[in-house]
């Protein structure tokens, strides 16, 4: 639903911004310029489309690893070198046809085939560069569109200043780079690859991309990097044009703070969603949220873990309204155990909960969502254990959500000395079938339907 990224850069920006919380000056850039893009159709398509009949799977950090690489060699007095070579090796076929004096090409021959012998190991880790061919090929479709646009947000018009820094279009200087590579594929050609060491095409055609990696490569990351946030900044313009009823979310200094009105899973049809509304933050640090099993706990934990993650990379989110400060989003959810690692699915979830503590001690308070906490013990162990971990995170400025289903671990809402409260979902039986609302309401769950189900599908209980 996201990603529209046709690079490889774009695709590992946009995954960056999902991955790692930006500073909020970092995301209100970007939200401006989720807003300019958002209502520019024919940009944002031209964008998504270039190459689309290429498909690259070209890493990022290869390339320019390629890019930026100390020089293999001085192009510029080998390339004439070389010209020359080569051409005098054609004009002794010439006297050969002509006169019969072989002896000239053989002598010369022989003298290509040294320099070609000479340089292969360096010309071959030049055109390594055929392996990024299909990216070369897309980039400059996507910067010659960039060139073009006039651009007023300030993140918008930085990464296009970016592109006129070294004088000369990067479109114009990328294709050049991309028709030299495309120019190794003839080598592959029967009569290409027998005449290579008397012709010298391959290391001809390596010493002019050397001598472009020279130039250029320096500011090749630039070029590409800002692509990629182009790209990615288009993907989160796509997504805000597709989903007009979402909101940008406001970020506040004084937290920490996760204030949603009208939240709803952001993978869910919109048609089909149930809102909700949930406010986390110094008067409400905890929501103990119990009830039956198919109600919509772990759908609400999830939707609070996505929209964050949406907030914090500069996308829209699925909520009439979301105030939050900054925050790290942790999360305890299907944890599961592995065979293959000797690890119990308890075992694998106190791992996961290390994690979550550990993270508490870093300056930006933790969002934790913790789903079903500590299933995998008994009930008193469950207790004890789930109430001492909430407290701990809670006293280092945490503020989250537990579900659960044992009513035992609501109690602990009026033993921890910070705010916490108590939340439910509800469900009811209609004409011998569980009905669900969806919708969060304060308390504590006073059915369960683990029977129902069970009787439900046909299992005797």
């Known amino acids: 639903m996201l990603c529209t990224a046709r690079t490889a850069a774009g695709k590992n920006v946009l995954a960056q911004w999902l991955l790692a919380p930006a500073p909020v000056e970092e995301i209100q850039g970007r939200q401006q310029a989720v807003l ?37 060699l001085n192009p510029a007095p080998v390339r004439i070198v070389a010209l020359a070579l080569t051409t005098v090796w054609l004009l002794t076929l010439l006297v050969w046809a002509i006169w019969g004096w072989w002896e000239f ?6 003298v ?18 055929e392996a990024f061919a299909r990216e070369f090929a897309i980039l400059p479709a996507i910067l010659a569109r960039v060139e073009r646009e006039t651009f007023s947000a300030h993140r918008l018009v930085a990464l296009q200043s970016t592109l006129r820094q070294q004088g000369i279009p990067p479109s114009a200087s990328i294709g050049k780079l991309r028709r030299l590579v495309e120019s ?60 007009p009823e979402d909101a940008l979310p406001e970020f506040i ?12 899973h952001p993978l869910l049809p919109r048609a089909q969603s149930i809102r909700n509304t949930l406010h986390l933050g110094r008067d409400l640090g905890l929501m103990i949220i119990s009830g039956p099993n198919m109600s919509g706990k772990s759908t609400l934990v999830r939707a609070v873990g996505l929209n964050a993650v949406l907030a914090h990379c500069g996308a829209p989110v699925c909520a009439r309204q979301l105030r939050l400060s900054p925050l790290q989003v942790t999360a305890s959810i299907c944890i599961l155990d592995s065979l293959q690692g000797g690890i119990s699915r308890f075992y694998a979830e106190i791992l996961r909960l290390k994690l979550i503590a550990e993270l508490t001690k870093q300056p930006t308070p933790v ?8 299933s995998g013990t008994n009930s008193d162990d469950r207790r004890a254990g789930a109430q001492a971990f909430v407290k701990t995170l809670l006293a280092r400025g945490a503020l989250g959500l537990v579900t659960t289903h044992d009513l035992a671990l609501t109690q602990m809402a009026g033993e921890l000395p910070s705010p916490a409260a108590n939340f439910h979902f509800e469900d009811r039986l209609e004409n011998g079938q569980l009905r669900f609302d969806f919708r969060l309401a304060s308390g504590v769950a006073q059915s369960s339907n683990a029977l129902k189900l069970m009787r439900s599908i046909g299992l005797d209980v």
């Open 36 to 72: 300019e893009l958002a209502p520019r159709l024919n940009f944002r398509e031209e964008i998504a489309v270039s190459g689309e009949d290429i498909s690259s799977s070209a890493r990022a950090e290869a390339l320019l690893a390629w890019a930026e690489a100390p020089a293999v």
């Open 105 to 110: 090409t053989f002598v010369f021959g022989a």
């Open 112 to 129: 290509n085939r040294y320099f070609y012998s000479h340089f292969r190991a360096r010309v071959q880790k030049i055109i390594e560069a």
């Open 184 to 243: 190794l594929e003839s080598r592959r050609n029967l009569m290409v690859t027998v005449s290579d060491p008397f012709i010298l095409w391959s290391a001809q055609v390596g010493f002019a991309i050397e001598v472009w990696r020279q130039k250029f490569g320096p500011a090749f990351r630039q070029w590409f990097m800002a692509v990629g946030e182009i790209e990615a900044l288009n993907a989160l313009a796509n997504y805000a044009y597709e989903h």
């Open 253 to 264: 200094p004084n937290g920490p703070t996760f204030a949603a009105d009208g939240l709803a």
């Open 367 to 374: 969002l934790f969502l913790l789903d079903e906490l500590l």
